[in-house]
């Protein structure tokens, strides 16, 4: 039955659905949210996902904020100075800024947060290798003292990709980047509260009332204010789509993230539901391979399945056949934007022949080895990116094992090294924002560092990295990121599968809710 004729039902039991063991009533002042899947971990530096990336800006605050025109500008600083012909970067804190648990937000703490999130993100490790020193001469001064000239510097520290640069208590930012902090505390708008979490199903955020808003400019983005009109926010993790839209429709929630595309039409002709799309450059996809494990150890492998994939089948299968929200075919950058180009794509033009691709794999060395496919079966968008995998690896004659988890045993299983006998992985699907596939500085997962899960390897692209970080101008760096997407498409870190736009609905009794990624501030009733 398709998902639009179950919604009516649906509406009936989305009261019951949305959270019987911890009914209460709810103040006009509480703001209902329901996340695109449940927030596995609340350390956004450990976690490389989007919903603890969404739960780290309501925590956490950022050095630079980011608007929708991708312009950056300062947020917990007041500004910074530039001296000794680039090297030399002072950063001022802005007065009165406080952590959840009432101390005073030093450089010291930010000094020690810069190097945990520079631990765990590319951008961020580019700019800690141009560094030469990195202190705190006083408790409002954040130094850098570089080896060379870095313009991105501001960038690094406001990007709202993943992983953000998010400031924490130093005793908290000395945790280990690669194990969770042990509580989460911040000196973001909203304070985590971590007695009514239940794992699972809700997640509770209060205004902190210490909270400096900047005082100056507009709220676009992680930009501006972040001025909070709400005494409360709950994020309910709903069992499945189908019924959080239902729950919107009824009153029950107020916004849902991430809204099926089969269900627009009916939403549409709900006076009370507005539908919208807060971030035009949307979702690009992919399937990592691991390159550590047989069989995607073998480069000639990897390049010989690039002929299997069929980019319009994974898009149409997460949002439909609208061409409105979707766009392939895509390439290693995100369409559109300035490093995007034609290069290499041609692989993915015309009808696919897999008895082609049976032979090309059995001639680079495929033998049949197991190939462990994970699979988040409770996201909405990796589900389907999943199955159309594991349907495209049968039709190419492998070995296909489909594990379908839950969206935070897929994280901590992929950061096995293991071989597949032994609990390891031969691939799995994900989805990141265009955001984070612009360039070839903030683009994790085309390292050739062996520093994401993948493990991939190359000395080619992570020179021509080197060389594009300190290219001249814009048409240096669009040669550079062409040979960078040529040479992806020679040793395949991963597959590209396509572009989709995710609509978001939410209810017209709220207003002022802000593009790009879902934020809370400046979110107010209507």
Not at 126 to 151: G, H, V, Y
Not at 318 to 328: E, T
Not at 476 to 494: C, D, G, N, T
């Amino acid at each position: 039955m398709h998902r639009r004729h179950l919604l009516g039902a649906a509406a009936a039991s989305a009261a019951l659905l949305a959270a019987p063991r911890f009914a209460r009533a709810a103040s006009a002042t509480t703001l209902r949210f329901i996340p695109v899947i449940d927030l596995a971990f609340t350390d956004p530096i450990f976690a490389g996902a989007f919903v603890s990336r969404n739960h780290g800006f309501m925590v956490f605050d950022t050095l630079y904020g980011i608007d929708s025109k991708l312009q950056v500008s300062p947020q917990m600083v007041e500004g910074h100075r530039i001296e000794n012909d680039g090297l030399r970067w002072d950063l001022r804190l802005r007065d009165g800024l406080t952590w959840h648990d009432g101390e005073k937000v030093t450089a010291r703490d930010c000094v020690a947060s810069i190097r945990r999130w520079s631990k765990r993100d590319a951008l961020g490790g580019a700019l800690m290798a141009a560094t030469n020193e990195l202190s705190a001469p006083d408790d409002r001064t954040i130094r850098f003292e570089l080896k060379k000239q870095f313009p991105m510097l501001p960038m690094a520290l406001g990007k709202a990709a993943v992983p953000a640069c998010f400031m924490m208590p130093e005793r908290l930012a000395n945790t280990d980047p690669f194990k969770q902090m042990p509580e989460v505390i911040g000196s973001g708008p909203f304070r985590f509260v971590a007695d009514e979490r239940v794992p699972g199903a809700r997640n509770v955020y209060q205004r902190f009332e210490g909270y400096r808003p900047r005082e100056n400019g507009t709220s676009d983005w992680t930009a501006g204010p972040k001025v909070v009109h709400y005494d409360r926010v709950e994020w309910t993790t709903m069992p499945d789509a189908a019924t959080g839209a239902a729950a919107v429709q009824s009153g029950e929630q107020d916004w849902q993230e991430t809204t099926p595309h089969d269900l627009l039409p009916l939403l549409k002709r709900n006076r009370n539901v507005t539908i919208d799309v807060l971030d035009e450059r949307g979702f690009c996809c992919n399937m990592r391979v691991n390159a550590l494990q047989p069989p995607f150890d073998n480069p000639a492998i990897r390049r010989a399945l690039m002929g299997a994939i069929d980019q319009t089948a994974f898009m149409t299968a997460v949002a439909g056949q609208d061409p409105a929200f979707q766009y392939s075919p895509i390439g290693f950058f995100a369409p559109n934007t300035p490093m995007a180009s034609e290069a290499g794509l041609d692989v993915f033009k015309g009808p696919r022949d897999y008895d082609k691709v049976k032979r090309d794999l059995a001639a680079a060395g495929y033998k049949g080895e197991k190939v462990v496919l994970l699979v988040p079966a409770d996201s909405l968008a990796q589900k389907p990116l999943g199955d159309v995998a594991a349907g495209m690896l049968q039709q190419a004659g492998m070995n296909v094992d489909y594990q379908a988890l839950d969206f935070g045993a897929v994280l901590t299983r992929r950061n096995r090294r293991t071989p597949v006998s032994e609990g390891g992985w031969s691939a799995f699907v994900a989805n990141w924002q265009g955001i984070d596939w612009l360039n070839p500085a903030s683009h994790m997962t085309l390292r050739g560092d062996a520093s994401y899960p993948g493990w991939f390897e190359s000395r080619r692209i992570e020179g021509l990295r080197d060389q594009w970080l300190e290219a001249p101008d814009l048409a240096a760096q669009q040669r550079l990121a062409a040979e960078i997407q040529a040479a992806a498409f020679e040793e395949v870190p991963y597959y590209p599968l396509g572009l989709y736009k995710q609509p978001t609905a939410y209810r017209k009794s709220i207003t002022g809710v802000n593009r790009g990624t879902v934020t809370f501030w400046n979110v107010r009733p209507a």
